[in-house]
């Protein structure tokens, strides 16, 4: 048995109705889903309460009151010092890290094509 043309384009076109209908009913439901969580405090829209997952007291990206590069030529304008000398000098200046791998940080900013350090035997210092 051979299914005629027009009734695959009807089924097609049933199908495409099934489908918007199915469509309308979701957005609907998601747009009440959005309403009711638009009042809640997790919501981070309209209420209170701190979202899920984020530190209390700010969160986002660490501050520090001068950036890595100006740190360590603060450490070692008066000599050149070695990386672990660096983090260690940079950590006592106060400079707080976000990563839980500085030293991969400190490399980056060290060997940067954009470098601003001279390496002499493992010693880094301004250019």
Do not use: C, H, W
Not at 100 to 116: E, F, G, Q, R, V
């Amino acid at each position: 048995m051979r299914i005629s043309q027009n009734d695959r384009l009807q089924k097609y076109l049933a199908s495409l109705d099934e489908l918007r209908t199915e469509k309308a009913e979701l957005e609907s439901r998601l747009e009440k889903i959005n309403q009711a969580l638009a009042g809640s405090p997790a919501s981070g829209r309209g209420g209170r309460g701190r979202r899920p997952g984020r530190r209390a007291g700010g969160g986002g990206r660490r501050r520090n009151g001068l950036s890595l590069r100006s740190a360590v030529v603060q450490v070692t304008k008066n000599r050149p010092l070695a990386k672990a000398e660096i983090l260690e000098a940079v950590r006592k200046l106060g400079y707080k890290f976000a990563t839980k791998d500085p030293m991969n940080s400190l490399n980056a900013m060290l060997y940067a094509p954009a470098n601003k350090f001279r390496n002499q035997d493992g010693k880094f210092s301004p250019k």
